[in-house]
């Protein structure tokens, strides 16, 4: 047996002051290592993996088309029937698309973006439409004219996919359902 004893350990503040240093130091490097790793993920666009690309479209595995130019996001294909101005609304208001909820009307700009001239693509004839639209092979027109705003929103047009219409917009009386689409898109933040 020992007679000398081991006094206790007595942490002095000056001691300690040390370490709560450390500690804090040690706080903001992970805090500054996450706001660089985690932010930039949780703000990207999780929109699906690309499987195919053509010029600055990409085409996505989760149904939806990236410009990569505009920065615009599109729903892959028109919401498949006859509708006035007032229903192509409520099916954007309404459209959900992996987890985006902020679809809109395109413009008239945007639509004529989608144009492809003497390179219709296959989409079959339906419902009295006669399909092979002109419109980037990517998309799925169901009928030549999806709907379209401008004006800030207060005046309906629509845009004409067919082959040997000139190309610009065609205005149409919002309860015209002939041969008029919803065709959803989004701004990408």
């Given at each position: 047996?020992?007679?000398?004893?081991?006094?206790?350990?007595?942490?002095?503040?000056?001691?300690?002051?040390?370490?709560?240093?450390?500690?804090?130091?040690?706080?903001?490097?992970?805090?500054?290592?996450?706001?660089?790793?985690y932010i930039p993920l949780a703000n990207a666009e999780p929109a699906g993996k690309v499987i195919a690309r053509d010029g600055?479209?990409?085409?996505?595995?989760?149904?939806?088309?990236?410009?990569?130019?505009l920065g615009l996001m599109w729903a892959q294909a028109d919401n498949g029937s006859k509708v006035s101005l007032e229903e192509?609304?409520?099916?954007?208001?309404?459209?959900?698309?992996?987890?985006?909820?902020?679809?809109?009307?395109?413009?008239?700009?945007?639509?004529?973006?989608?144009?492809?001239?003497?390179?219709?693509?296959n989409t079959p004839p339906s419902n009295g439409c006669s399909g092979n639209y002109e419109i980037h092979h990517f998309f799925?027109?169901?009928?030549?004219?999806?709907?379209?705003?401008?004006?800030?929103?207060?005046?309906?047009?629509?845009?004409?996919?067919?082959?040997?219409?000139?190309?610009?917009?065609?205005?149409?009386?919002?309860?015209?359902?002939?041969?008029?689409?919803?065709?959803?898109?989004?701004?990408?933040?």
């Open positions: 047996m020992s007679l000398i004893q081991e006094a206790p350990i007595l942490e002095t503040k000056e001691q300690t002051q040390p370490h709560i240093f450390q500690d804090l130091t040690c706080l903001i490097m992970f805090c500054l290592i996450f706001s660089l790793i600055s479209f990409q085409k996505l595995s989760s149904n939806l088309i990236v410009d990569t130019k192509a609304r409520a099916y954007i208001d309404n459209f959900s698309a992996n987890g985006y909820t902020d679809w809109r009307f395109p413009t008239i700009q945007e639509l004529e973006t989608l144009m492809v001239k003497d390179l219709p693509n799925q027109l169901t009928c030549c004219c999806p709907w379209a705003l401008q004006d800030n929103g207060t005046r309906p047009a629509t845009y004409p996919f067919i082959k040997g219409i000139a190309t610009g917009s065609m205005w149409h009386h919002k309860s015209n359902k002939l041969g008029n689409r919803a065709l959803p898109v989004r701004d990408i933040k």
